[in-house]
């Protein structure tokens, strides 16, 4: 496996910052999402400010049944993926529109976990590999503002972590990665406390970090273990009059 990375959802904006990152450290890439017209604009940017192969796929994370043929079309493998497409939703929506709190589960759980199965079996066999998942601090506590995204990134908080424990064994390093608030697309239309809000390269370099130093989860930014840290015990009564 040469030194690439695969992005899943490269069009996201901390996706972005991630590809301009491990570009600019001499990783060859692999950008993967539904819109492979701007992604291979990207691609071609990418290669001529950092001198790196850049690669621009179609990949539709809830397209599950496409997701063996895409990963059987990927030769040669990447060293790593990182996986971060995700969907916020509409809480308010989510609660009476099966079709929206559905859009947002298969979106930031069922598609992740369809794809890094796949990529998994791969890495254990290669005893080599890295999976890089997306997840939120979101998923450390369900508050009533987001509890249908937060509950689909808990379980894929959750798969990580059990990924993370039967691969060690195969020295396959999985990284969960819980962002706060980033100024992204995503968030754009959310008033965010601007103290608390990171810029995506910053949320960039902390996953570079993370990655290289070998760490099993990283908070970014790094006060957020903090943040969560005293969020998940504040006692149930108390956090029912919080109304978060
Ligand atoms: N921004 C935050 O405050 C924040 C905080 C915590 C965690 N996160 C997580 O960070 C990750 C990146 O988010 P972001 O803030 O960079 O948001 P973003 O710019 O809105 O990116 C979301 C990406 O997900 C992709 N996506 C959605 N559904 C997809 C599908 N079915 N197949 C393939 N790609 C799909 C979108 O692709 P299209 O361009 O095709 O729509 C888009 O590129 C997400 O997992 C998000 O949950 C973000």
Not at 6 to 33: H, N, Q, T, V
Not at 164 to 184: D, I, M
Not at 218 to 225: A, E, G, K
Request: with cysteine; charged share 25%; proline share 3%.
């Amino acid at each position: 496996m040469n030194k690439s990375l695969l992005i899943l959802g490269a069009s996201s904006d901390i996706a972005r910052a991630i590809a301009r990152k491990f570009a600019s450290e001499g990783w060859d890439l692999l950008l993967a999402g539904r819109d492979t017209e701007s992604l291979s604009k990207d691609a071609a940017d990418l290669k001529l400010r950092y001198k790196v192969n850049v690669e621009a796929l179609r990949f539709d994370a809830v397209d599950f049944d496409s997701h063996q043929k895409f990963w059987d079309g990927i030769d040669p493998k990447p060293l790593a993926i990182a996986c971060v497409f995700g969907y916020l939703g509409d809480q308010k929506i989510s609660e009476r529109d099966w079709t929206e709190a559905k859009r947002a589960i298969d979106t930031n759980f069922t598609g992740a976990v369809s794809i890094l199965n796949i990529a998994a079996n791969y890495y254990e066999s290669q005893k080599s590999g890295a999976i890089i998942g997306i997840s939120s601090v979101a998923g450390d506590r369900g508050r009533m503002s987001n509890y249908i995204y937060g509950s689909a990134k808990a379980g894929f908080t959750a798969y990580l972590s059990g990924l993370r424990s039967r691969l060690s064994k195969s020295r396959v390093h999985v990284l969960t990665v819980k962002p706060g608030f980033v100024a992204t697309k995503m968030t754009e239309n959310l008033k965010l406390p601007g103290l608390l809000t990171a810029q995506p390269d910053k949320v960039a370099d902390d996953i570079f970090r993370a990655y290289r130093t070998g760490r099993p989860v990283v908070y970014t930014r790094w006060f957020w273990r903090w943040i969560m840290l005293l969020i998940i015990h504040i006692p149930e009564r108390m956090f029912l009059k919080l109304k978060l």
